[in-house]
């Protein structure tokens, strides 16, 4: 069964997540942060994504980016994975899958930004909303709105996300 393609539309702001395999921890302490974000940072330069916040989570991480190409947050995610899985692999003397499958990506939505806001704040990742409050202010003209007159599917169809259909 082929992959259904991914939503990513040109310059608007991209909402990524990576979850760790069975909502496994993936970061164990301070190194492996830095590590990810290295490799994140290198690979967003590389494929000319333009990273607008992130929020790395003990299990899993979620990246708002924006990209002219359509195709380059499959090839930044596929590169962080390869250099980060491989110093996982090598530091904690491991093997097999870090990653629960692929990376989950739609168009950011105020309703993606509510989500994020409520999950790092009952993690205790940020407060005052510091996240989501930069993430407004940088992004809130480029949020994914409804067109004038636009239909749309309903709740559940789409994996839950609302998609403009006309």
Excluded at 66 to 87: K, N
Excluded at 133 to 144: D, N
Aim: charge should be positive; include cysteine.
């Amino acid at each position: 069964m082929a992959r259904r393609p991914r939503l990513v539309v040109p310059g608007f702001p991209l909402h990524v997540v990576q979850r760790g395999n069975n909502r496994a921890a993936t970061f164990h302490c301070p190194e492996d942060y830095t590590c990810y974000r290295e490799a994140l940072f290198a690979a967003c330069r590389r494929y000319g994504c333009a990273m607008h916040a992130y929020v790395l989570m003990p299990n899993h991480v979620h990246l708002l980016i924006t990209t002219d190409d359509a195709c380059a947050p499959s090839h930044m995610m596929q590169a962080v994975g390869r250099r980060f899985v491989q110093y996982m692999n090598t530091r904690y003397t491991r093997t097999g899958t870090l990653w629960e499958g692929r990376f989950w990506s739609s168009p950011l939505t105020q309703e993606t930004l509510d989500m994020i806001r409520r999950a790092t704040k009952a993690k205790g990742i940020v407060g005052d909303d510091d996240f989501c409050s930069l993430v407004e202010q940088k992004l809130q003209r480029s949020l994914v709105r409804p067109p004038r007159g636009a239909s749309f599917l309903r709740r559940g169809d789409v994996g839950d996300r609302q998609i403009p259909v006309g």
